[in-house]
């Protein structure tokens, strides 16, 4: 049964960070592309960050560009968002998923049960 178990979200101020991991199992991540997407109240899932099987160079959708930065330890079988300078409009639902087809989607084979961030003076 494959697993994708979020964690690390919570409430921050403005100009704050946040570090989510996601541990996965039941599957061979290796063979996956991996991707963090968010939904926002009230709004759709967009797609967050995406990287490649191997790790190589991530894409990021534009309003995070620069702020956040994913990773993700094969060996381990974890997927990481480390996410500075966070903005109110970053608050949401943050889910990581997985795909055996890459590159940016809005359908994908897995996906977890989400982590909320919360971003409020």
């Known amino acids: 049964q494959v697993q994708l178990v979020e964690s690390g979200g919570g409430l921050v101020q403005p100009g704050g960070s946040l570090r989510l991991a996601c541990a996965a199992s039941?599957?061979?991540?290796?063979?996956?592309?991996m991707y963090w997407v968010r939904q926002a109240p009230g709004k759709g899932l967009e797609w967050v960050s995406a990287?490649?099987?191997?790790?190589?160079?991530?894409l990021y959708r534009d309003s995070v560009k620069g702020r956040f930065t994913m990773s993700r330890d094969n060996a381990e079988n974890t997927l990481y968002l480390q996410m500075n300078n966070l903005k109110p409009e970053d608050t949401g639902l943050y889910y990581c998923?997985?795909?055996?087809?890459?590159?940016?989607?809005?359908?994908?084979?897995?996906r977890g049960q989400g982590t909320q961030v919360t971003v409020s003076s």
């Open positions: 998923a997985g795909s055996l087809g890459g590159g940016i989607r809005n359908t994908y084979d897995y």
């Open positions: 039941g599957l061979t991540f290796s063979r996956y592309w």
């Open positions: 990287m490649n099987r191997g790790g190589g160079p991530t």
